[in-house]
């Protein structure tokens, strides 16, 4: 390797790191995002859903602190219409708070992102890394990045490991699927109903606590295309990439239904895609069963 390649190599690598601490930093003051602002704003996001004053909150935290970092050159997310940009490299998609809908009743969210080398809209092949964070009982973090998956607690604004090889459980016990029985397709209703006779329920309206289920316990989440939705509601670039990239890193696979999410290509920031993630041969079956 030729020491200019080294060096944009290393100032990748730094960049990366930046950004994951950044977003560690950041935990502490978007908890008190959620205490403090749990009130509607009386404005919606560019896809209509309604956003909570916490959202807005949590978005301007990361987006002041994540473009101050030299090598992030843009940063986008599910509550702006438009790429923020500067100067730098590398570009970071957000889901600043997932699962806001859970504020009211004071049940799980929590935080996506993710690093690309190429400005969304952008295919997830361009992921260099991904993860989530949940503001549960404790604030814990899972970050893809180069071929494996950790898990840290989130103390202070500091993080400490506590796992150093998430993979998905080969025995799967877990599912749970969005978007609600009467909106479903028949197929995907008569794949859920397999489903439901071998593995739990587990689904909170939290992305990122029902994705934490699959990690832990092995099994599948869905949010399907929807007989009156057919990308469904979770956004490519904000969640279904993202997260995608984690489950595949940790031996899992993901689907739109018919391909893994990380062949999908955008053509638009906000677009939605049906996600599918899980264990391999749940994943095989639920493509089987569209098909």
């Given at each position: 390797?030729?020491?200019?390649l080294?060096?944009?190599?290393?100032e990748?690598?730094q960049?990366v790191t930046?950004v994951i601490?950044?977003?560690?930093?950041t935990t502490?003051?978007?908890r008190?995002a959620?205490?403090?602002?749990r009130g509607?704003?009386?404005?919606?996001n560019?896809?209509?859903?309604?956003?909570?004053a916490?959202?807005?909150?949590a978005?301007?935290l990361?987006?002041?602190?994540?473009l101050g970092i030299?090598?992030?050159?843009t940063?986008?997310?599910e509550?702006r219409?438009?790429?923020?940009?500067?100067d730098?490299?590398?570009h970071?998609?957000?889901?600043?708070?997932?699962g806001s809908?859970?504020?009211?009743?004071?049940?799980?969210?929590g935080?996506i992102?993710?690093v690309?080398?190429?400005?969304p809209?952008?295919?997830?092949?361009n992921?260099?890394?991904?993860?989530?964070?949940?503001?549960?009982p404790i604030?814990s973090m899972?970050?893809a990045?180069?071929?494996?998956?950790?898990?840290y607690?989130?103390?202070?604004?500091?993080k400490?490991?506590?796992?150093?090889?998430?993979?998905?459980?080969?025995?799967p016990?877990v599912f749970?699927f969005?978007g609600?029985v009467?909106?479903?397709?028949?197929e995907f209703?008569?794949?859920a109903?397999e489903v439901?006779?071998?593995?739990k329920l587990?689904y909170g309206?939290?992305?990122?606590?029902?994705i934490?289920?699959?990690?832990?316990?092995?099994?599948?989440?869905?949010y399907?295309?929807?007989?009156?939705a057919?990308?469904?509601?979770l956004?490519?670039?904000?969640e279904?990439?993202?997260?995608a990239?984690i489950?595949e890193?940790a031996?899992g696979?993901?689907?739109?239904g018919?391909?893994s999410l990380?062949?999908?290509?955008?053509?638009g920031?906000?677009?939605?895609?049906p996600?599918h993630v899980?264990?391999?041969p749940?994943i095989?079956?639920l493509?089987?069963a569209l098909a």
């Open positions: 390797m030729s020491k200019s080294d060096t944009s190599t290393t990748t690598e960049t930046e601490d950044t977003v560690v930093a502490p003051d978007v008190r959620i205490a403090d602002h509607q704003s009386n404005s919606v560019p896809t209509g859903d309604d956003q909570l916490a959202d807005l909150r978005d301007e990361f987006e002041q602190r994540l030299d090598g992030v050159a940063y986008a997310s509550e219409a438009d790429v923020k940009t500067t730098g490299r590398l970071v998609a957000m889901d600043p708070l997932d809908s859970n504020l009211e009743p004071n049940s799980g969210m935080t992102f993710g690309y080398s190429e400005q809209p952008t295919v997830g092949t992921l260099l890394a991904a993860g989530f964070v949940i503001y549960g604030t899972v970050v990045r180069k071929g494996s998956v950790r898990e607690i989130l103390e202070d604004g500091d400490r490991v506590v796992d150093d090889d998430v993979t998905v459980p080969e025995d016990t749970g969005g609600g009467d909106s479903w397709t028949d209703q008569s794949y109903e439901r006779h071998e593995l587990r309206g939290a992305m990122v606590a029902d934490n289920q699959v990690l832990t316990y092995g099994g599948i989440f869905s399907p295309g929807l007989v009156s057919p990308d469904g509601k956004r490519t670039l904000f279904g990439v993202p997260i990239h489950v890193t031996g696979a993901s689907s739109d018919s391909r990380l062949d999908v290509e955008p053509d920031l906000h677009e939605r895609v996600v899980g264990n391999q749940l095989d079956r493509e089987a």
